[in-house]
């Protein structure tokens, strides 16, 4: 379904001693992602996962390389893509000043979708996600769990079949990340293509089918997290991260 050959993101760059340079935030990255999978993309902070994303849902141009959604030239083809994902961003960032169905409708309608199928759409989601009783409230009165699970429908609005989750469940509590993973689960056994990048090792172990090693801009490994247990002979992915990358979790 997504294919990723050679992506290179650089940067402009003042050098220590003050020369204008280059910053390659992502090397020559290559992999491939199937329909119907969970895939993880996990590394430390500053390692090119958000960049890396950025580039696939088209919100910044690589610098070199291919990216392709079932064959389509995402450079030649970016509208038609566009109707393919939905994309749910590391920061909140609704319209603080309207209510949570306000939101929910502004963004349907900037997908084009009819009065009818919108008012469906929104009241199917909201529900969905336990969040029907707070249509009306200001997402300012939200919980931070509330808000990621707002970020995520709002997201399926146009029903996409690939979902980009972008650190998802950062800065929440065990209970209320648990409750995300749920979510994503379910989407997934729905038959949405997850793409999930996550710092949080436990996070990827639990959710992904397949998880590639990102640092410093470059894969390290792409393995199921049971083939990092077994290559490394480790009883943990965390473990297998730290033996790979040499950073701990």
């Known amino acids: ?9 650089q940067f402009p760059h003042r050098q220590p001693d003050g ?6 935030a992502v090397d020559h990255l290559s992999f491939s992602v ?3 999978e969970i895939f993880g993309l996990l590394g430390p902070n500053g390692a090119g996962k958000t960049t890396t994303i950025r580039m696939l849902t088209m919100q910044t141009q690589p610098t070199s390389g291919t990216i392709r959604y079932d064959g389509l030239a995402a450079a030649q083809h970016a509208q038609d893509i566009k109707n393919l994902i939905g994309v749910v961003p590391q920061h909140v960032n609704f319209d603080q000043d309207l209510t949570v169905g306000e939101n929910m409708e502004l963004h349907a309608r900037l997908h084009h979708l009819g009065r ?39 997201a399926l ?11 998802p469940t950062v800065a929440l509590d065990p209970q209320v990340r648990r409750r995300i993973w749920a979510l994503i689960r379910d989407m997934a056994a729905q038959g949405t293509t997850i793409f999930l990048t ?3 090792i436990e996070e990827a172990e639990a959710l992904c089918g397949r998880v590639a090693m990102l640092d410093k801009g470059q894969l390290v490994a792409l393995d199921t997290p049971a083939g ?17 990358t040499g950073h701990k979790a």
């Open 1 to 9: 379904m997504i294919e990723v050959n050679e992506l290179v993101k």
């Open 19 to 24: 020369t204008a340079g280059w910053k390659t």
């Open 34 to 36: 199937e329909q119907g």
């Open 116 to 154: 009818a199928a919108r008012r469906q759409r929104i009241a199917e989601l909201l529900d969905y996600v336990e969040l029907a009783d707070v249509v009306n409230d200001g997402v300012r009165r939200l919980s931070g769990g509330m808000k990621r699970r707002l970020l995520i429908v709002r």
């Open 157 to 167: 609005i146009h029903q996409p079949r690939i979902l980009f989750l972008d650190e």
């Open 198 to 200: 996550t710092h949080y």
């Open 228 to 244: 990092y247990r077994e290559r490394c002979h480790v009883p943990t992915l965390e473990e297998a991260f730290l033996q790979l």
